[in-house]
């Protein structure tokens, strides 16, 4: 089966706690604290993985999780980091947020990862907490939770040559006959449901990727006939083989209707080269057919061959043309690249949002924000020095003056993520 869109949850793991601990040894009364840290919680990383080309096993599994890092011990003994969970993924995945719709990555290489949640923070220890006017630290962090999102997975196949058409054209016949490739053939239309794809030996130094696109149809720009499931397919290719049915009773407007389709779902799709291979000239009477159509190509800037993708007349010379416009699309890419590449965005990390909203709820008021809740999260409210720490991140992040200032009122409960409160002033 395949399958070229997916959504899945992803979770990274939970960082290990950092321990309250003091060294206790005969003739050591006061060895001081050695709680050790927390190890760090696994990261989840997508990876293009060789010889996958569908994203089908995300039909059948939609959650990871990621290892939680181990906890730390006393004797200063640091929790075991987790192993990062690697997310396998065939080459052309584009990854998105799920609910924001942005692009995380274009992942086309074999062996390129993509970070897409990070692991949390192990918690540090009370040794960490030592100071030389607190020397018997009780406060230790809890591990930083992981990350969590929805993401949304689409694959574009990576193929130098796409080959288009009305259905029925002949599109998996000319795959058929000049690769190994094996879809589904008979003399009806929308036999091809999903992409095929092919390797074309031209000679010992060239090879090809052809993929076979399934018909398109007019309206397939708006997704009629489910056009934009193999529209997607063609923006990734550097050449196009136009496939026109030589029988059909009009070639130039099954012509124009594609290409208009193209233009209409991406505009670069009209730029890139295209030879039209005008097939069925087995039958009698559609070779006569092709002086005309020839001219009228040539006026409109397209260069083609007439063949049959059945007998394999012309198939040879079809595909050598092929390679001659994939070479001098390769060299223009290159180009392009030399040029663009002092314009490279590059990421840079802009501190963490320590933002929050206030929103009033019926039990009382609920606090907001990645970094307060984080906090809340990694706090030992056990430990009478955790609490106060948290107490003066209130502060300091200005949550007990916004408080005030939308009327808080002594014994209300104020909700910051799973924790509830009792407001003290």
């Known amino acids: 089966m395949f399958l070229d869109q997916a959504v899945i949850r992803v979770k990274s793991g939970k960082g290990g706690d950092g321990v309250v601990h003091f060294r206790r040894e005969k003739y050591v009364p006061r060895g001081g604290p050695d709680g050790g840290d927390g190890g760090n919680g696994g990261d989840v990383i997508l990876e293009v993985k060789r010889g996958l080309n569908t994203l089908t096993p995300f ?18 003994c640091t929790g075991k980091s987790a192993a990062p969970l690697i997310i396998p993924v065939p080459a052309g995945t584009m990854v998105y947020d799920a609910e924001t719709d942005q692009l995380l990555g274009d992942l086309v290489e074999e062996g390129q990862q993509l970070l897409v949640c990070r692991g949390g923070r192990g918690g540090r220890g009370n040794t960490r907490f030592a100071t030389a006017r607190n020397q018997v630290p009780r406060i230790a962090e809890k591990g930083e939770p992981g990350e969590e999102r929805l993401l949304r997975l689409e694959l574009k196949l990576i193929a ?39 390797v074309c030996e031209v000679d010992e130094d060239t090879t090809m990727v052809l993929a076979d696109i399934p018909g398109l149809i007019e309206g397939a720009h708006r997704g009629v006939g489910l056009g934009h499931d193999f529209l997607r397919h063609i923006q990734r290719t550097r050449v196009l083989i136009h496939v026109l049915d030589g029988s059909a009773e009009d070639p130039l407007t099954d012509f124009s209707q594609i290409n208009s389709e193209l233009a209409l779902f ?12 005008f097939n069925k000239i087995d039958i009698p009477g559609v070779r006569e057919r092709w002086e005309n159509v ?55 990390y802009m501190g963490e949002d320590k933002g929050f909203q ?21 706090t030992y409210w056990e430990y009478d020095q955790s609490v106060r720490r948290f107490q003066r991140l209130l502060e300091k992040l200005g949550v007990d003056d916004a408080l005030r200032a939308r009327g808080i009122q002594a014994g209300q409960t104020v909700f910051i993520g799973d924790f509830e409160f009792e407001w003290e002033d």
């Open 59 to 76: 039909k059948y599994q939609k959650e990871f999780q990621a290892a939680q890092g181990g906890n730390g011990a006393g004797g200063n």
């Open 160 to 198: 130098d040559v796409g080959i288009v058409g009305l259905p029925n054209a002949g599109k998996s016949t000319l795959l058929a006959k000049v690769t190994r490739a094996n879809p589904k053939i008979a003399p009806y239309p929308f036999t091809t449901l999903t992409p095929n794809l092919g």
């Open 266 to 277: 991406d505009p670069a799709l009209k730029e890139k080269p295209q030879l039209v291979a």
């Open 294 to 348: 020839q001219a009228e190509l040539k006026r409109k800037g397209y260069s083609g061959l007439p063949i049959s993708a059945l007998t394999g007349e012309n198939i040879r010379a079809l595909m050598f043309q092929t390679a001659g416009l994939l070479k001098e699309a390769l060299a223009k890419q290159a180009e392009a690249a030399i040029l663009e590449e002092d314009n490279i965005p590059v990421y840079r």
């Open 358 to 378: 206030i929103k009033r709820e019926d039990k009382g008021w609920r606090i907001e924000g990645k970094a307060i809740e984080r906090a809340a999260a990694m």
